[in-house]
């Protein structure tokens, strides 16, 4: 009986784990902010999340951008983990480049432009490496389109990295 009850433990907080990372990935319940192809949504508290590296893009688009990830993210990346586990979340989020009104020669984050997810679920997006995208203008997913844009791009130049191009920054 004491081991069943140790058991049952240990289950209910393998449940209470799952369904934290579930939520993790897929907050808030509307459908029409879920991505197309891929029923991604931005993730609930990914403004609290650490970063892993910050990226300036050039013109035309002159953004800056941060890439954070959820504790399983982090996690892989300190330890080298290839490929990143399931509930693995990765978020960019960018911003076009302003200057510092205060500062010339500094950039800072002037309008937010998008926010873009990729979620580790090796299972339901076997056919894309295992990762689930999303790609968000004010809060809302951009056409199927685009969605269809973002694996093949990712493939092609860092397969060799699970399809993940942001290193931990140093
Ligand atoms: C033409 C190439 C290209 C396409 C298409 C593309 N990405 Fe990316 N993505 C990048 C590059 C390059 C980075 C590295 C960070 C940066 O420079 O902004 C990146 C980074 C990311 C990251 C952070 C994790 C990482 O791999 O570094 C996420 C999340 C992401 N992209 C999501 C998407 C989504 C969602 C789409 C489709 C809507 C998409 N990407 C389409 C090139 C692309």
């Known amino acids: 009986m ?3 009850g140790i058991a049952l433990a240990g289950l209910a907080a393998i449940l209470a784990a799952e369904a934290c990372a579930t939520r993790e990935a897929s ?3 509307d459908p029409t902010n879920a991505s197309p192809i891929y029923g991604v949504m931005i993730p609930a508290g990914y403004r609290r999340w650490e970063l892993v590296a910050p990226a300036l893009e050039a013109d035309p688009l002159n953004e800056l951008r941060a890439v954070v990830g959820n504790s399983i ?3 892989a990346y300190r330890a080298g983990t290839l490929p990143f586990p ?5 978020v960019k989020l960018a911003w076009k480049r302003a200057q510092s009104p205060e500062f010339e020669p500094a950039s800072v984050p002037g309008a937010a432009t998008t926010v873009q997810v990729m979620v580790k679920d090796s299972k339901k997006y076997a056919a894309t490496g295992g990762w689930g995208f999303g790609r968000f203008v004010d809060g809302k997913p951009v056409d199927e389109a685009q969605h269809q844009t973002c694996f093949a791009c990712h493939e092609a130049r860092v397969r060799g ?3 993940v191009f ?3 920054a140093p």
């Open 27 to 29: 907050a808030g319940s």
């Open 166 to 168: 942001t290193r931990l």
């Open 2 to 4: 004491r081991r069943f």
């Open 86 to 90: 399931d509930g693995t979340v990765l």
């Open 161 to 163: 990295r699970d399809y």
């Open 73 to 75: 993210a982090i996690e």
